[in-house]
């Protein structure tokens, strides 16, 4: 049975590798050959035949997750309906996350009362209700939208539940493309969410009824209730958002800085309604339950206490995991400790290794896009960790210190074991994660959340008040541990991260077998692997997917150059947080020698904060006067590893005329190989263009065109790109952005050239090596549900 899990579920694996989904005739052509193959083998105990059965269950974990993923890909929204107004009928499906000028929702639709218009049954919306500056670079905002609609819509309040008729504008599911980043549109897809989009300020928004009778509705009601609750009681406290994540799984009420110290102490697992959370309440209860229960001698009659105590469990897990929105986190938990539960009642003794499969069984068969979570692996690697030492190194000795012992071993063990995940995921770990999760652990799972989850069922404040002041002192702790360095390391190989594996698993073997510390040697490569890099006179320079806006990554052999951070994306997100830092990470990048911040507009330089608080910068070139550094000015010029620099743009007289707009400010950049050269051009228009034709036309010729202000039609004139002359042309611009760039005039200006797009083709890498070559990795990296 072990194998027979493990071969359906690299089936289900393998599926998710995919470019592009087989046709329904493919699924059910492999559907009947596996079947026929098992059909053959059954009951023959040769080793071929066991081969072939094993195979068959691949393609049957194969031909499962390819029917899954073909039935919710068929609720699509049509292209010819992207960006524009429909009217929908529908019901706030989940709790609200509030940001700092609107919420953002998942709406079941019911109607569609534009005529022709298809929309799918889920979306997520944002509703925003104000307008400033500072968003001109977020995608799907409207610049129309009038303050009095704005403030209107800021006094009313949407709760789960509620029917609503919007007018809204929706896109298919889209995010950013990056190597090592998040894949925002895998995530929508295991959520069954299909478009998203934003209400139109304009619009229609009316609500039709109060509430939608229905349990999933109810309980999104009562997690909405809980949350106000908690925020009437205490709204000023600093640590309330956690509490309230504890509590009903709202992560977005954590402050960024608060997760910034959860990350570097390695505690950001507890900070969320994680497995952990969900076991540990089951056990609380079951043990409550447990003690009560024995002291009646008619319901020991009725029922074992054994048996209480496992439906009691499993009660309590179901029920916090629903508080918790039914997260894919606490679904996973719940299904295991499903298992368990029916094995416990049923009285047999299944054994540890097989309840585990079975639970893994049980979650791809209901959620076969689980394997792309990192928390999957996280969570069945960590059980299974604790399953690997268990308790047979300290033995049942009763008594606290062998209670304690065994709790150390088991924090040794998932931290150690851990580091390899943690490596591929995140390219770091934190140094100091035994010593805060020693204590967060237990403090957290059994004070502080039951804590919490007590007020939310009995709202006396002194109860909150404890928690708070309890929760606070934890905080102090960690905040102390968080001035600690962390490991960072860049991007592992599959196979180093295997290779240390298998050392951990050699180093928790019991105690007495030979050669354990044979293990620290397998360990070593992933510590210690050295990111590649270009040869000497090479560079690679890479165009970050980023949205609407630009953040460009240049390395030679012993240097990295930044050019812009990319746009600020709210109050408390940018891309230099989100997506530039991230990758830097991956790629091995410990310090930047250069950062350029072009000039001042929100999409170039609304990451420069978080780069400049994270990263050491060796030089500062810029525009902006009030980041300090150098100001860039045409002639500056240097040379790393046979790479040569030159900055073209602006004049130091530019600097003296108070009228020029920011755009005309722009730091233009020219890297040049032996074989090949680049022009960063920010957002220069048309009289800059004609000013650079005549100021510095012998250094215009270029193989590669980063093109003016993302293909807007003020930029981009003739002249120009025939006295550049480039090859390849790159487009840095966000997916059906409200600007519409590139526009399609100068796409046409554009027609002789190869061109490449960040919306469309993701992050593109340019390589300045013997040749000159552009790769893009959305082609690189195709997966099925991608937006072809």
């Not at 969570?379 to 399953?387: I, N, P, T």
């Not at 989100?578 to 950062?595: C, F, K, M, N």
Request: charge should be neutral; charged fraction near 15%.
């Amino acid at each position: 049975m072990r194998s027979i899990i493990i071969a359906f579920a690299c089936g289900i694996g393998l599926l998710q590798l995919q470019g592009n989904l087989p046709g329904a005739d493919v699924i059910g052509a492999l559907a009947a050959l596996a079947l026929l193959g098992l059909f053959l083998v059954v009951r023959r105990e040769h080793w071929a035949f066991r081969l072939l059965a094993l195979f068959c269950c691949v393609l049957l974990g194969f031909v499962w997750a390819g029917w899954r993923a073909q039935q919710r890909l068929a609720d699509q929204l049509p292209i010819a309906w992207e960006v524009k107004d429909i009217q929908v009928t529908g019901v706030i499906a989940a709790l609200p996350q509030r940001f700092e000028r609107g919420e953002r929702f998942e709406f079941d639709v019911e109607s569609v009362h534009t005529k022709g218009g298809v929309v799918p049954g889920r979306i997520m919306l944002s509703w925003y209700h104000a307008w400033d500056e500072l968003d001109g670079s977020r995608e799907g905002i409207e610049v129309s939208a009038a303050s009095e609609a704005g403030e209107a819509r800021e006094a009313r309040a949407i709760h789960p539940g509620e029917r609503w008729r919007f007018t809204v504008r929706l896109k298919r599911p889209h995010g950013t493309a990056n190597p090592h980043g998040f894949d925002y549109e895998a995530w929508l897809l295991e959520r069954n969410i299909r478009a998203t989009g934003t209400i139109r300020l304009r619009g229609e928004a009316r609500r039709l009824d109060a509430f939608v009778p229905s349990p999933g509705y109810a309980v999104e009601r009562l997690r909405d209730i809980i949350r106000s609750r908690f925020l009437a009681a205490m709204p000023d406290a600093p640590y309330l958002g956690i509490l309230i994540a504890l509590t009903v799984g709202d992560q977005r009420s954590i402050p960024n800085e608060q997760w910034t110290v959860f990350n570097r102490t390695g505690v950001t697992h507890l900070m969320s309604i994680s497995g952990l959370h969900v076991t540990m309440v089951a056990a609380l209860f079951a043990a409550l339950v447990n003690w009560l229960w024995r002291r009646s001698e008619r319901l020991t009659l009725y029922l074992p206490s054994q048996k209480a105590v496992v439906v009691a469990g499993w009660l309590a897990a179901f029920a916090y995991s629903l508080l918790a929105g039914f997260e894919v986190p606490a679904q996973r938990t719940l299904y295991m400790l499903s298992v368990v539960a029916l094995a416990l009642w049923s009285g047999r003794n299944l054994g540890v290794s097989r309840t585990l499969l079975l639970a893994l069984l049980v979650v791809l068969l209901l959620d076969p896009w689980a394997v792309l979570a990192t928390g999957f692996w996280l969570s069945f690697g960590a059980v299974a960790l604790l399953l690997l030492v268990g308790t047979a190194r300290i033995g049942e000795v009763p008594g606290w210190n062998a209670t304690l012992a065994r709790w150390g071993v088991a924090q040794w063990a998932v931290t150690l074991g851990s580091m390899p995940l943690l490596l591929l995921f995140f390219h770091q770990f934190s140094l100091v994660s035994p010593l805060a999760n020693a204590l967060a652990i237990p403090f957290v799972s059994f004070i502080i959340t039951p804590l919490a989850l007590s007020f939310a069922v009995l709202p006396w404040m002194p109860l909150l008040h404890l928690d708070h002041w309890l929760l606070s002192h934890l905080m102090v702790w960690l905040e102390w541990l968080a001035d600690w360095p962390m490991w960072q390391q860049a991007a592992l190989p599959l196979w180093v991260t295997l290779v240390a594996v298998a050392g951990i698993v050699w180093l928790l073997l019991p105690r007495g077998f030979p050669a354990r510390w044979l293990g620290l040697c397998l360990l070593m490569p992933a510590l210690f692997w050295p990111p590649p890099r270009p040869g000497i006179g090479e560079a690679w320079v890479d165009v970050l997917d980023v949205g609407q806006g630009l953040a460009v990554v240049v390395r030679t052999t012993g240097h990295t150059l930044l050019y812009d951070t990319g746009p600020l994306y709210s109050a408390n997100s940018n891309a230099g947080q989100r997506i530039v830092l991230p990758y830097l990470r991956a790629s091995g990048v410990g310090q930047l020698d250069t950062l350029i911040v072009s000039h001042r507009d929100k999409d170039h330089a609304g990451g420069v904060a978080a780069v400049r608080e994270a990263v050491p910068i060796a030089r500062l070139l810029t525009s902006m006067s009030m980041l300090g550094g150098e100001p860039c000015i045409a002639g500056q010029s240097w040379e790393w590893d046979g790479v040569h620099f030159f900055i073209l743009h602006p004049v130091s007289t530019d600097y003296q005329i108070n009228s020029r707009k920011t755009n005309n400010m722009s730091c233009v950049l020219r890297i040049a190989s032996a074989e090949g050269s680049v022009l960063l051009t920010a957002d220069i228009e048309a009289d800059d263009e004609r000013t650079l034709i005549a100021r510095s036309p012998s250094l215009l010729p270029s193989d590669v065109l980063l093109a003016p202000h993302h293909g807007s039609s003020n930029a981009s004139t003739p002249e120009f790109i025939a006295a550049v002359g480039a090859r390849d042309v790159i487009f840095s611009a966000g997916y059906r952005n409200p600007f519409k760039h590139p526009r399609p005039e100068v796409l046409e200006r554009y027609s002789t050239n190869r061109q490449w797009r960040t919306d469309r083709d993701g992050a593109v890498r340019i390589v300045l090596g013997e040749s000159t070559e552009v790769s893009a990795w959305r082609k690189e990296r195709q997966r099925y549900w991608q937006l072809q």
